[in-house]
């Protein structure tokens, strides 16, 4: 397994990264530590959580994820382990956050109160990666980076990053970090895959002019390059994510589900899945390689909530795709571009 350094920081990181949103609810913890333990023994040295992990978050579920990965962390030598977590943030829209009433600006008073609730949960004295879940356009990025600078100062986190940014933010932020002398983004966690490759052009110019690194999640497209959704009578099982979506989300997630599970997300599935036949491999081995063979992704976020998935997972971990191999998938993105619906959705 190759490591890659997070941004200007001192953190070298696998390039393969676990994420743990489903622990705690999809993954018991008896199977959460089997993941956890064949991951680390495999060479993934970079696990990902959050404060309203398990997903969907709920008030009942809530924070069971970081008391999961806290209780594992106990079993490894705790310099060996980089633990990444983050803080809600305002903003998304997504769902009503179940943590301290609803109050997730990023103003120091809710940052201070996450992180230590987090390190309680995760029982250690320090996070290495601290990241904004959601960004809270609404604060003064000032204000924002000079809580996360205190925790810095204190040894209670040694790097911050951000999730879900956007270009305008992520240099905002820089800006204020600069200008002000505080502690600045070495990270940033966005959707990035096969079927969303939106990332490639202005945050991939970011990321390497101000020497911030991509962690990449979601790279199966929420589970739609894993070719589950290609059926032909539509029969979505009732646990996935967008057929959940669909029949129980409200506005904003409904979309979400047909901007990801649509025609040309479902041709992209069906062609990506004949070039890996052609390999030999898997989709999920395939959309993992072609994920961290970017020059500005640090590790790329795997999902898992079964052990037996995480071989396809691991199978990319050294894996080289050929030029040939990028330039078939690049001619599925020239063939099926971005474009928007009929009803006016942007697709991925």
């Not at 333990?37 to 309203?52: C, P, S, V």
């Not at 129980?248 to 990801?260: H, S």
Request: aromatic share 8%.
């Amino acid at each position: 397994m190759q490591r890659r350094r997070l941004g200007k920081s001192g953190l070298v990181v696998s390039e393969i990264c676990l994420g743990t949103m489903t622990f705690g609810a999809q993954a018991d913890e008896a199977e959460s530590f089997r993941i956890m333990d064949h991951a680390y023994e495999n060479g993934i040295n970079f696990l990902d959580a959050a404060e309203i992990y398990p997903v969907p978050p709920n008030a009942e579920t809530v924070g069971i994820t970081e008391e999961i990965v806290g209780r594992w962390l106990k079993t490894k030598p705790r310099h060996a382990v980089i633990i990444a977590t983050k803080i809600t943030g305002a903003g998304h829209g997504w769902f009503t956050p179940p943590v301290r009433d609803g109050m997730t600006t990023l103003d120091r008073h809710q940052i201070r109160l996450a992180v230590e609730q987090s390190l309680t949960r995760l029982q250690t004295d320090y996070i290495d990666l601290y990241q904004t879940h959601w960004p809270d356009h609404g604060m003064r990025y000032q204000d924002t980076m000079a809580a996360l600078t205190e925790l810095v100062d204190e040894g209670k986190v040694r790097v911050v990053g951000c999730s879900n940014e956007t270009c305008w933010g992520v240099m905002k932020s820089i800006q204020a970090s600069e200008d002000y002398g505080l502690v600045r983004y070495d990270t940033i966690q966005n959707n990035f895959s096969l079927i969303n490759r939106r990332c490639e052009s202005e945050l991939a110019q970011v990321c390497r002019k101000e020497n911030v690194s991509l962690l990449p999640y979601s790279p199966l497209g929420g589970g739609v390059l894993s070719g589950k959704y290609n059926t032909d009578d539509d029969g979505y099982s009732d646990a996935w994510r967008f057929t959940n979506y669909l029949a129980n989300g409200n506005e904003r997630q409904q979309r979400m589900a047909k901007r990801f599970v649509n025609d040309r997300t479902l041709e992209t599935a069906k062609r990506l899945t004949e070039i890996a036949d052609r390999l030999s491999i898997s989709v999920t081995t395939l959309a993992v390689a072609w994920s961290k063979q970017h020059d500005f992704v640090a590790s790329t976020i795997i999902g898992v909530s079964q052990f037996d998935q995480l071989a396809d997972n691991l199978a990319a971990a050294d894996l080289v795709l050929d030029n040939e191999t990028m330039q078939q998938i690049d001619q599925i993105h020239v063939d099926i571009p971005l474009a928007m619906t009929e009803d006016g959705l942007r697709y991925l």
